[in-house]
């Protein structure tokens, strides 16, 4: 019983040091942003990084998630004849929900696994303890451009994934199917609020960038400097990430929707 109080205690300390350790870099981070801004090119070449080299994957499974929609929302609607809106089903599926969930799942597997491996290296290297040596701080010369890099990069991600997505369910729905292409478009520009829906993706979206991308940075940082410590951080930043976005999704979708 003793031993069992013992490892319970050391295991909460343990853990609010960590959550301690977390809430401090996350709070530099933020505060570092607008001196990372100071340094533009590196923050471009961060977008460049995440971004562009992960518009593929987000391009195409956004097409083929649109496919899937157009053909459910199809069979679905026309049971109570409202085949007509499958354009509005597609949109508000994509911008309320899989757009940014989707999309932030992806970037954690894609561009966050190689956040954390880059900075596990660079760790491992002891690239981070001569900078230190040199009176470089790792942290606003190595993590704010990359941090602002992904917040920047994730929420446009998120509306291209949307908007392949409208473009594949409209593909599958009105040239496939057949649905009347004027009623496809006319219910969607009718049904969808800019504000209360484009918006609330776009606030769901910038909140997940700045969670994947946190989650991947801090992983990388504090990471053992070996080949295993690095790989397990890396497998970390995956687990962490991914269910930590479908928490604060839940947890968003309460508070926006509830208003």
């Not at 505060?31 to 923050?43: H, I, K």
């Not at 929900?97 to 900075?119: H, K």
């Not at 409209?170 to 219910?187: K, P, R």
């Not at 960038?209 to 970390?236: H, K």
Request: glycine share 12%.
């Amino acid at each position: 019983m003793k031993r069992a109080l013992i490892a319970l205690g050391a295991g909460t300390r343990q853990t609010l040091a960590d959550i301690g350790l977390a809430a401090r870099m996350l709070a530099r981070l933020l505060v570092l942003v607008p001196a990372a801004l100071r340094r533009f090119r590196l923050v471009v070449d961060q977008v460049h990084f995440l971004g562009n080299h992960s518009l593929v994957i987000i391009g195409v499974s956004g097409l083929f998630v649109g496919f899937v929609l157009g053909l459910q929302g199809y069979y679905t609607l026309q049971r109570y004849g409202s085949a007509e809106a499958l354009g509005l089903l597609v949109a508000l599926s994509l911008v309320r929900e899989l757009g940014p969930v989707v999309t932030a799942l992806l970037f954690a597997g894609r561009a966050g696994t190689s956040l954390t491996a880059e900075i596990g290296l660079m760790k491992s290297g002891e690239q981070l303890a001569a900078m230190e040596m040199m009176a470089v701080d790792p942290i606003q010369r190595v993590l704010a451009p990359r941090f602002l890099g992904g917040l920047i990069a994730m929420p446009l991600l998120a509306a291209v994934f949307s908007a392949v997505g409208i473009i594949g369910g409209w593909l599958v729905g009105v040239v496939l199917i057949g649905v009347d292409a004027g009623s496809f478009w006319s219910q969607m520009q009718a049904g969808v609020d800019v504000f209360k829906d484009v918006g609330n993706g776009v606030i769901k979206s910038v909140v997940f960038a700045l969670t994947v991308t946190f989650v991947a940075l801090l992983q990388g940082y504090e990471c053992q400097p070996t080949p295993e410590g690095v790989a397990r951080a890396t497998t970390r930043t995956v687990v962490v990430s991914s269910l930590a976005v479908l928490a604060l999704d839940f947890v968003l979708t309460a508070l926006m929707f509830s208003i």
